[in-house]
């Protein structure tokens, strides 16, 4: 255990997601150790500057500070249905006992008939009472939005809320007039220069709070007070590392508005941590940590990038954002 961050030799890692698992990419970064443990800086390739720095001062909060402490020991857990045919799609939904589903849709042009029958399965594999939603990422107009987000309801035989059905707030908030299920927004809080200076109130019934894309579990909290909507947690696709975070901002966060997208570590082809501390649901929750897990030897042997030139751009990258923070 370090007294401090190490900023020069964390591990750059590179973890690639599950064949077939569209919609989905793999998790690649670097692992910071601190004096309270270690944290993840894992930004996708397209994010950068401030956006990328918030990334940074969530690893250096799990590291040094730690997290608010929890409200509740254990957090219900939605899993995650790449955009596959129905029947990989329904065994998916079925594993971890989880009760809720996150169904990946609109993942290209002409895919609705496919969306309708992923999340028909869905529905037919978790049974009556399960609450199934869907993720739209931003690809739709509204329109289109409008005539797929009734469609899909029907396949489901009821949805909880779409997330990010629109690319902007103001299509959102216009799909939400026309529709009679509820909106979530996600995409349009994690990349926005300032989350906190942003109007929610007419374009989403539901914020998605993604705790490293927001710098942090206390800023999240304070996003959570700030946009004043019903809120869940959900991840990108990070080792049990940088997920633990999004665990603790779920065990902290006063109330939840339903299972959080929690499940992403069953994206990945492995993880970084030892099997049985890696942060797999079990009867469809998982347990609220004190502190992220530490890194397994072996495991982080196995995905560690070797390539000095891609280390390099890594650690390139960290220096660049230190200097925003």
């Known amino acids: ?13 590179a973890i690639p997601a599950r064949d077939g698992w569209h919609g989905f990419t793999g998790c690649e970064g670097m692992l910071l150790e601190g004096p309270q443990g270690w944290g993840e800086f894992s930004p996708p390739a397209a994010v950068a500057g401030v ?22 020991g254990r957090v219900a ?40 029958a992923r999340v028909a399965a869905v529905r ?4 009556p009472d399960a ?19 009734a469609a899909l309801d029907r396949a489901a035989g009821g949805l909880d809320f779409v997330e990010q059905p629109c690319a902007t707030l103001p299509e959102l908030a216009e799909v939400r007039r026309r529709v009679d299920v509820r909106i979530a927004v996600d995409e349009s809080i994690r990349n926005a220069p300032d989350p906190f200076g942003l109007a929610l109130a007419e374009a989403a019934d539901v914020a998605v709070l993604t705790v ?25 696709p990070d080792s049990s590392v940088g997920l633990a975070g999004g665990l603790a901002l779920a065990g902290a966060l006063p109330e939840l508005a339903g299972a ?57 990258r960290l220096r660049s954002v230190q200097d925003l923070i």
């Open 1 to 13: 255990m370090h007294a401090y961050i190490d900023f020069d030799n964390g591990p750059v890692f």
């Open 51 to 72: 956006r990328a720095a918030r990334y940074l001062t969530a690893a250096i909060e799990a590291g040094t500070v730690g997290w608010p402490d929890p409200v509740r």
């Open 77 to 116: 857990v939605a899993v995650a249905v790449p955009a596959v045919e129905p029947e990989p799609a329904a065994a998916i939904a079925a594993t971890g006992g989880c009760g809720t589903a996150d169904v990946r849709v609109a993942r290209g042009p002409g895919s609705l008939d496919d969306d309708i």
């Open 124 to 127: 037919a594999a978790l049974g």
């Open 131 to 149: 609450v199934i939603r869907c993720d739209a990422g931003g690809a739709w107009d509204v329109d289109t939005a409008v005539a797929a987000i």
């Open 212 to 236: 490293n894309a927001l710098g942090g579990v206390r800023r999240a909290l304070r996003m959570a007070e700030n946009c004043a909507l019903p809120c869940v947690v959900s991840a990108e």
């Open 260 to 316: 959080c997208g929690l499940g992403t570590a069953a994206v990945l082809v492995g993880d970084l941590v030892s099997p049985w501390r890696s942060l797999i649901p079990v009867d469809g929750h998982l347990p609220v940590a004190p502190m992220p897990p530490g890194p397994d030897r072996d495991q982080l042997a196995a995905f560690a990038v070797r390539d000095d030139e891609r280390v390099g751009r890594w650690r390139e």
